[in-house]
């Protein structure tokens, strides 16, 4: 088993979901990829939070395997977002959002942390996805995501990134405004030409479609009939995904169609409670279960 | 080889798409059902044209197996719609309906198709496709597909239907207004609950979902990478999924997944081209390639 590193955002979140207001979240992009991989694989996290993050929690990321030695604590507030999901979880609107000790991030790869092969480099500016990969000594497998705040106002510095990760993980809309094409296999097609082999579209509830250089691959996000909320989805589905595939030091075609099955798995756990509180609370034998399970949901003879 | 009965709307259309204006398109529910189950199947057409309906395509409709006994020639115009898609097909405008014969339309079933045991009640007024109903003997597998205007003028018509058939085929939209719940998995079962044993929700570009009374499955849609004209795409599922099963005469659970597959590739077929051009020019060969296809797509180990 290899270990992953993720960076990304480390926040306290306070949520609107179903007309109940959640405080005091954990959340952020590093936060749930860390979690999601740590499913599967040992993590090293890089991230900074405020003096005001709660000792407890990060024991909590102790306790499932996370390595902390990337944590950086600095002086002033963790980043906060605030944010309201409609009752059918088809729009969000964001009530707050305070950058806070995030303004100034300046990732610091530990020492022990830079041989490190598989990398996740979750939802932050991209400049700063790419000093990560500068301090890094030539990482075998870099997944990347990225949101249309950052297409729309840093693309140069994303094409940049680009042009260094194995495997752009993007949602459906992001994936045709960055590629500024509408049909979803030419976009696809598009993005592996600004760099990344491989091209994950995520499609929410309808799944994700992988792109690489063997034929299309289209797997069924499970249907749940119950969704607690949504956020963080994304991020577990991309640290699940390389969690897999650290724990097996395999990246074949084979192996990346079972990773993004596993993927989509991490993100159905994920939704099922409000923040982090599901995805903490998952076993090996439910993993197995559910993959089990989305095998038998597309499966005909 | 069993027959399969189709009755539904047969019109005349004008369509734009792309900035492009096709005029006198072959369209109506009937006419697409008909055709993609003539992919498989012998298909008996149930309809109402008016005399300006052009003998040839009488003529194609023949060539291609379907027994136009049942197709009754009246005085006036045809069922005319005109309709524009946005360029991303994310959405359309109706720009005339112009019903003509088909306001007075009485389904009359020719005594040689009574018997039938496979039928398609393609969208059409509710209380006519219960007439249809009335005119067979005790058919074994009926499909309906049915539209968000008749759930909002004619919903106790559409229950009345719904105690009738076995399987309802419903896009997403509608499932979710006609069984009132957001939720896909619970307006299934609330659906399945209204009288059918089996449902399938339409995603579109997402594929399908079967409800019946084992384990969910959930049908992937070929990602296409041009889409000439979606109109007809749910009808041509419908025809195409009832065409297989009465071809194989089986209707258990894993033909049923068979024929879903089979659904989604006649649609894909449908909307490689404008109105009916690709849907009848489709051969075994291309169906079983593309069915192959989707067996690919999906696969994983």
Redesign the interface.
């Known amino acids: 088993m290899s270990e992953m590193l993720v960076v990304g955002s480390i926040g306290i979140d306070t949520l609107h979901v179903h007309n109940k207001k959640h405080e005091g979240v954990l959340g952020g992009s590093a936060t749930y990829g860390a979690l999601a991989g740590s499913l599967f694989s040992k993590v090293q996290l890089v991230g900074v939070v405020g003096q005001d993050f709660p000792d407890e929690v990060v024991q909590k990321l102790r306790d499932r395997g996370v390595d902390v030695q990337g944590l950086e604590v600095t002086t002033g507030k963790t980043f906060h977002w605030e944010g309201r999901y409609a009752?059918?979880f088809s729009s969000r609107e964001t009530l707050a959002t305070e950058l806070n000790v995030l303004a100034d991030f300046q990732p610091k790869v530990p020492e022990a942390y830079r041989k490190t092969q598989y990398v996740m480099l979750g939802n932050i500016m991209p400049h700063l996805q790419i000093s990560v990969l500068d301090q890094m000594e030539g990482p075998s497998f870099v997944i990347a995501d990225t949101m249309n705040f950052w297409i729309d106002s840093k693309r140069e510095d994303l094409e940049r990134l680009l042009e260094r990760v194995h495997v752009l993980v993007i949602n459906d809309e992001e994936a045709r405004q960055l590629a500024r094409v509408?049909?979803?296999?030419?976009a696809g097609r598009v993005l592996q030409k600004m760099g990344p082999s491989m091209v994950i579209v995520k499609?929410g509830?309808?799944?994700a479609?992988l792109f690489d250089n063997e034929?299309?691959?289209?797997?069924?996000a499970l249907?749940?009939?119950?969704?607690a909320d949504p956020t963080g989805a994304g991020d577990s589905f991309a640290g699940g995904m390389l969690g897999y595939l650290a724990q097996t030091g395999e990246t074949n075609h084979?192996a990346l169609?079972?990773a993004?099955?596993y993927g989509t798995v991490a993100a159905s756990f994920c939704v099922e409670g409000v923040g982090i509180e599901r995805l903490t609370d998952v076993s090996a034998k439910d993993i197995d279960d559910r993959f089990e399970?989305v095998?038998?949901?597309?499966?005909?003879?």
């Open positions: 009752d059918d509408h049909n979803l296999v030419h499609k509830e309808h799944g479609l034929e299309l691959f289209s797997a069924a249907p749940l009939d119950h969704v084979d169609r079972r993004v099955i399970q095998r038998r949901l597309v499966h005909f003879s």
